[in-house]
């Protein structure tokens, strides 16, 4: 990447605001301008014209913070979340309010903020792999191996009669289906079909090959 680009950090902590910039400016040099600010007040203040804006989620210093403060920024430019908080809600939220990036403070390397900042400077979606590994083991301790085989299952284009079989023991139709009730219980946000074969992917516990291959069980 040759042309110059302009990218700001939103970041109450002096020390890591700092430490982020001076990390951004050392892999940029001349042809990136590297801003901070330690509010998104300060941020929209200063007016558009800003590539990325590297924000933290919990921002002491101001109004907006959290959701909001990524739906504020995003309005004018591309965003990645760069935030302590490890959950998949937060993910999602930051997600959903518009963050294209989202790295952790705690689990990344600098290697991974620069690779981050990157892909979303090129309009690519990024996630911190250490992060997904850290929620996905988290998300798999909530479902028992026999949840999380029929989820796989379910995923891989099983009907309830095909999970049924696949299983061994083998179960009935009625308790797979009582099964899927208690994943989506765990994850009220996946009641659709689709939105578990996103989550099975999520996991870990199928690939996105694997899904577009159909797998093809025995039949019952």
Not at 108 to 114: D, E, F, M, S, V
């Amino acid at each position: 990447m040759s042309r110059s680009v302009r990218l700001a950090v939103v970041e109450d902590q002096l020390f890591t605001r700092e430490r982020t910039i001076s990390l951004l400016r050392e892999h940029y040099g001349a042809r990136g301008e590297v801003v901070g600010f330690a509010n998104v007040e300060e941020l929209l203040g200063a007016g558009d014209g800003f590539d990325v804006v590297v924000l933290d989620l919990q921002l002491r210093d101001g109004g907006l913070e959290g959701r909001n403060a990524v739906q504020a920024v995003a309005e004018h430019a591309r965003v990645l979340v760069f935030s302590g908080l490890e959950s998949g809600e937060a993910l999602q939220r930051a997600q959903t309010a518009g963050a294209l990036g989202y790295v952790s403070k705690d689990t990344a390397q600098a290697r991974t903020l620069i690779d981050g900042v990157d892909a979303v400077l090129s309009g690519e979606s990024f996630v911190d792999p250490a992060l997904l590994a850290k929620i996905g083991a988290s998300a798999r301790k909530q479902l028992t191996p026999r949840q999380q085989e029929v989820l796989r299952l379910e995923a891989l284009g099983c009907k309830l009669a095909q999970i049924a079989l696949e299983l061994d023991p083998p179960l009935t139709e009625a308790g797979v289906r009582r099964h899927i009730e208690r994943i989506v219980e765990l994850h009220p946000d996946r009641g659709k079909q689709a939105d578990r074969v996103r989550l099975a992917i999520d996991l870990g516990l199928v690939t996105p090959w694997e899904v577009s291959q159909r797998y093809a069980p025995r039949s019952p």
